[in-house]
């Protein structure tokens, strides 16, 4: 079957707009994360749905990112008034319940913030 | 709060063995997991410890010590496409906490 999905692959802003990335997880998994993954570095935890209820969002670094999944299966992060410091990989992962349930991770959407 | 640390790079040998190190502190342990990743594509998964020993697939292994708070993981016969960054995390209680990642360098 189809692994998880990212649109878009690339994405360019213009500091200031708000942008939206959309993931389509592994059909039947129910939990999804989203992770932002800086240049060199390794995957940071942005926040977590199980279903549709995101029972964790501690890794939002503003009140200006917002996720959701309102009918638990594909997510959308949104980020407003974009900033230079927002360029980044953002990484989609899905599994098959939750815990320690291994997460299979989509492409990425590159962020470019100008 | 979690703390995972590995080697930024690592060059080694096409046909050799490396073995990549993880040291770990963090307030909940479900079990660890090594992914490959390269450049501009998504970490795949490789590995999942969650008892202390070895597990090994085909040309990788990985090893946990929970009391000592590391892992590494093994490559044999090295080949070229091991070319990428490896990546450790601890699993907590919903999430992954991820490394930095090493940058493996795989010359012929």
């Known amino acids: 079957g189809a692994g998880v999905s990212q649109s878009p692959r690339y994405k360019v802003a213009k500091r200031g707009q708000d942008v939206a990335l959309r993931c389509d997880p592994i059909?039947?998994?129910?939990?999804l994360f989203w992770y932002q993954q800086a240049l060199g570095q390794g995957p940071e935890f942005l926040t977590y749905?199980?279903?549709?209820?995101?029972?964790?969002k501690s890794g939002l670094p503003s009140d200006r990112f917002f996720a959701e999944r309102p009918e638990g299966s594909v997510s959308t992060l949104k980020i407003q008034r974009t900033q230079q410091e927002d360029s980044a990989v953002y990484l989609c992962?899905?599994?098959?319940?939750?815990?320690?349930?291994?997460?299979?991770f989509g492409p990425g959407t590159r962020l470019t913030v100008l | 709060g979690q703390n995972i640390d590995q080697p930024t790079e690592m060059t080694a040998t096409e046909g050799a063995i490396v073995q990549i190190n993880c040291t770990y502190q963090?307030?909940?342990?479900?079990?660890l997991f090594w992914y490959q990743q390269h450049a501009g594509e998504a970490p795949t998964f490789l590995s999942y410890?969650?008892?202390?020993g070895l597990e090994e697939k085909g040309r990788f292994s990985s090893f946990l010590s929970r009391s000592k708070g590391y892992s590494y993981l093994l490559l044999k016969e090295l080949q070229m496409k091991d070319s990428a960054s490896y990546l450790c995390?601890?699993?907590?209680?919903?999430?992954?906490?991820f490394g930095k990642g090493t940058m493996l360098l795989v010359s012929p």
């Open positions: 749905f199980q279903n549709e209820a995101q029972l964790d």
């Open positions: 995390a601890v699993s907590g209680y919903s999430t992954l906490t």
């Open positions: 963090t307030s909940g342990f479900n079990g």
């Open positions: 410890n969650v008892l202390d």
């Open positions: 992962a899905s599994s098959l319940a939750g815990g320690a349930d291994t997460q299979y």
């Open positions: 059909s039947g998994h129910v939990s």
